[in-house]
Nanobody, 120 residues
């Protein structure tokens, strides 16, 4: 497992934007490149759901609910994955978790979670 440190959550009005970042600490670039990185979210009373993923080859996948509004990206030199969230809606309110899935043994590592609240 690897350590993931998230940042960037907060309170934003509907229609606003936020950017989440997640850094893989205590890892070298080659280690980072062994992982598919992703963001998941969990709203109160609901199960955790996938938001977006990005492979080391930068192939991306998005949940239907965020397609066209969210963009996931990764920077291998900084060992960081980011989630740019635009046109936010109240239903995007949740705790967002960074995920790293090892491409070889498929083991998951999770960040501590960061709260995103969309409200006027």
């Amino acid at each position: 497992q690897v350590q993931l440190v998230e940042s960037g959550g907060g309170l934003v009005q509907p229609g606003g934007s936020l950017k989440l970042s997640c850094r893989m600490s205590r890892a070298i670039t080659s280690t980072f490149n062994m992982y598919t990185m992703g963001w998941y979210r969990q709203a109160p009373g609901k199960e955790r759901e996938l938001v977006a993923t990005i492979t080391s080859g930068r192939t991306t996948h998005y949940a239907d609910s965020v397609t066209g509004r969210f963009t996931i990206s990764r920077d291998s030199s900084k060992k960081t994955v980011s989630l740019q969230m635009n046109t936010l809606k109240p239903e995007d309110t949740a705790v967002y978790y960074c995920n790293a899935k090892n491409d070889y043994d498929y083991k998951d590592s999770w960040g501590q979670g960061t709260q995103v609240t969309v409200s006027s």
